[in-house]
C-alpha cells in the first residue's frame, strides 16, 4: 500500500513543474534584435503562434489539477494498481511541455496535431480510467463532474485531430472547447438547483 499524502505531493510537483516549463519555448529568437518599437510589436506579432498552445496547455493543466483536487478519498492508502496507473497518469503530464513546444513551432503540420491532441486524448483517457478506481470517495457528484471534464478533454483532443484532416491551422481550437468545460458544468449544477428547488413540497415557482 501506498501513502495517499505522498502521491498527492508528488502529484502536486509534477503539475506546478509542468506548467513552468511550458512558458520556455514563449521567447524571442536568440537573433532577434529590433532597430524600433515597431519591430519590437512584430516580433511580439510573429510569438502568436506560441501563446495559443502555452495558454491551452496551461489551461488543460490547471483543469486537470482542479479537477484531480476536488475528489476525496477517505482512503489514507492506495494499492498497487491505483498507484500503476496515478504514475501512467503524471508521465503524460511531464510530456505536455514537450508536446506543447513542438505544435508551438509546427503548428501547421498535421503530425504535430496528431502529437498534441493524441497525448491530450491520452491523458483524459487515463484520467477517466482513475476516477473508476478511486478507492472508498466521498461525494459521487464529484467524481461525475470528472468524469465529464475528463471525457470532454478526450473529445474535444478526438475532435482536433478530425480537424487536423481538414486544416492544421484551425485544429488545436477544437481543444480550446475545453475552456467553456467550467462553464458549462456551472449551468448544469445551477439547472440541477433550480429543478431540486422545483420538486420540493410546497415550494411555488414565482
Do not use: C
Not at 515597431?38 to 483543469?63: A, D, I
Not at 479537477?67 to 498497487?80: G, T
Not at 481550437?173 to 445551477?190: D, K, S, T
Amino acid at each position: 500500500m501506498f501513502s495517499k499524502a505522498r502521491l498527492d505531493a508528488l502529484h502536486d510537483g509534477i503539475f506546478s513543474v509542468a506548467m513552468t516549463l511550458l512558458v520556455l519555448d514563449v521567447r524571442f529568437p536568440e537573433d532577434f534584435h529590433p532597430a524600433d518599437g515597431g519591430e519590437l510589436l512584430q516580433g511580439f506579432t510573429r510569438l502568436w503562434p506560441k501563446f495559443l498552445p502555452y495558454v491551452l496547455s496551461f489551461g488543460v493543466l490547471g483543469l486537470r489539477w482542479l479537477a484531480s483536487v476536488q475528489i476525496r478519498s477517505r482512503a489514507d492508502y492506495f494499492n498497487r494498481e491505483y498507484v500503476n496507473w496515478w504514475l501512467a497518469y503524471l508521465l503524460l503530464i511531464t510530456f505536455v511541455p514537450f508536446t506543447t513546444l513542438a505544435v508551438g513551432r509546427y503548428v501547421r503540420f498535421a503530425p504535430a496535431i496528431w502529437l498534441y491532441a493524441g497525448h491530450m486524448l491520452l491523458i483524459g483517457l487515463i484520467s477517466m480510467r482513475m476516477v473508476a478506481l478511486t478507492p472508498d470517495p466521498e461525494g459521487g457528484d464529484e467524481l461525475r463532474r470528472r468524469m465529464r471534464s475528463s471525457a470532454f478533454l478526450a473529445g474535444s483532443a478526438l475532435f482536433a485531430l478530425a480537424l487536423s484532416f481538414v486544416n492544421p491551422r484551425i485544429a488545436l481550437w477544437g481543444l480550446a472547447l475545453n475552456f467553456a468545460q467550467p462553464v458549462i458544468e456551472r449551468w448544469r449544477r445551477q439547472g440541477d438547483k433550480t429543478a431540486g428547488k422545483a420538486d420540493r413540497p410546497g415550494h411555488v415557482e414565482l
